[in-house]
């Protein structure tokens, strides 16, 4: 009996063992997951999400396939203009920024011609800065110029103008009339940053410097100035819409996105694993001999170690060269060059989960909706392509 009891008692003690082992597992657990969540300044939690190099759904090779022509209304081929910009209103129409002519031409969704906006006519001339354009859902359109944002009522007649104290690439509207951005100040520094409805910067939400500009001369002796990271291989800041007023912003030295809401806090955070890659001496070697060339076509000749000594190559080559995001579903898109010419596009769904893995013959950079591309025409940048993207 008393072995029995014995027996008992050493099952039991072994049982407790055990239960805490389980306890201290779960709350380790509990632990790491925790880590996963942090929280900014602000009070918002900031989701984390680490991928490895396999994306969830495979790789697939793309053959994209025309699916639409959006051609310009003019018959005057020198006088068809470039598209700098793109955007829909809540009614599907299309809205393109012929920032040549200083004009907005609206398509219906099926690409028919509409109407013409006269954006030369209500700026009284100074249309040579005109970048890109968004649609607001009440109708309103939104366009910006380096250092000035032109509104448009819903009836389409300039409403007001707004002086900027930065030149601004490129903005997101939010549901609170505020604008996300992405600008270089005056002292050389590229932001994003929010801005209030009348401009007014609210506060800088990232920050880094640009690379400096470098003055050689060349053989004859007169000066030429450089920017030594003008090439394929520069890291740079990146920035779109996701909708609902949210953005996805990344630097290309590292393969981390950050999503951030419509007052500029980040609300997600994803990464993928990759190693990075040298930029080699024939690469680099390649650049500064096309440099060449396209000078002495000019006449001017510089000396090679000069030249050498002007480019700022990076450490390696940048993990994406192109950032775009669907407002429609939400995904990412981070693409670069890879051999042959062609592209190789990552895609990260709405909780920033690496899904797929594209090789494309080419990436159409204007805009990406509804898993629908819009790219421009080759050798006609009058003229939106749209291809069919799909996926699922």
């Known amino acids: 009996m008393n072995d029995d009891l014995k027996v008992r008692a050493s099952h039991l003690k072994y049982l407790r063992y055990l239960i805490g082992a389980i306890w201290f597992c779960l709350a380790f657990s509990a632990l790491e997951m925790s880590s996963l969540s942090i929280t900014n300044r602000q009070g918002h939690a900031t989701r984390t999400v680490r991928n490895s190099d396999k994306p969830l759904r495979g790789e697939r090779q793309v053959v994209l396939q025309k699916d639409l022509e959006i051609k310009s209304p003019i018959q005057d081929y020198k006088r068809r203009g470039y598209i700098g910009g793109l955007a829909f209103d809540a009614q599907n129409r299309i809205f393109l920024l012929d920032t040549d002519n200083g004009i907005v031409r609206v398509h219906d969704s099926k690409g028919m011609f509409l109407k013409t906006i006269s954006v030369q006519k209500n700026l009284n001339g ?30 389409w007649n300039l409403n007001r103008e707004i002086a900027l104290s930065d030149f601004v690439y490129d903005f997101v509207l939010t549901p609170s009339s505020d604008w996300i951005v992405q600008l270089k100040t005056k002292e050389r520094r590229k932001e994003i940053a929010l801005l209030d409805k009348e401009g007014k910067k609210k506060k800088t939400i990232s920050s880094i410097p640009t690379n400096k500009l470098v003055y050689v001369a060349d053989l004859q002796g007169n000066t030429h100035v450089f920017n030594g990271q003008e090439h394929e291989f520069r890291q740079d800041c990146f920035f779109a819409s996701r909708g609902e007023g949210e953005v996805v912003i990344g630097h290309s030295s590292e393969y981390k996105l950050t999503i951030l809401d419509s007052a500029g806090n980040e609300v997600l955070i994803f990464s993928k694993e990759e190693r990075s890659q040298t930029i ?111 996926l699922d």
């Open 280 to 390: 080699s001496s024939k690469e680099k070697g390649e650049i500064i001999r096309q440099l060449e060339d396209s000078f002495a076509m000019k006449g001017v000749r510089f000396s090679r170690d000069k030249l050498v000594a002007v480019f700022d190559f990076p450490d390696h080559k940048p993990f994406y060269q192109i950032l775009l995001a669907d407002e429609a579903n939400s995904r990412v898109y981070a693409g670069k060059l890879i051999e042959g010419r062609k592209w190789a596009v990552d895609v990260f769904n709405k909780d920033g989960v690496y899904i797929y893995k594209l090789t494309l013959d080419f990436l159409p950079i204007l805009k990406i909706a509804k898993d629908r591309l819009y790219s421009l025409a080759r050798g006609d940048p009058s003229t939106v392509v749209t291809y069919r993207l799909n």
């Open 126 to 155: 100074g249309i040579s800065d005109l970048l890109t354009l968004k649609v607001d859902d009440a109708g309103k359109i939104f366009i910006l110029g380096a250092k000035r944002m032109y509104v448009f009522d819903a009836k």
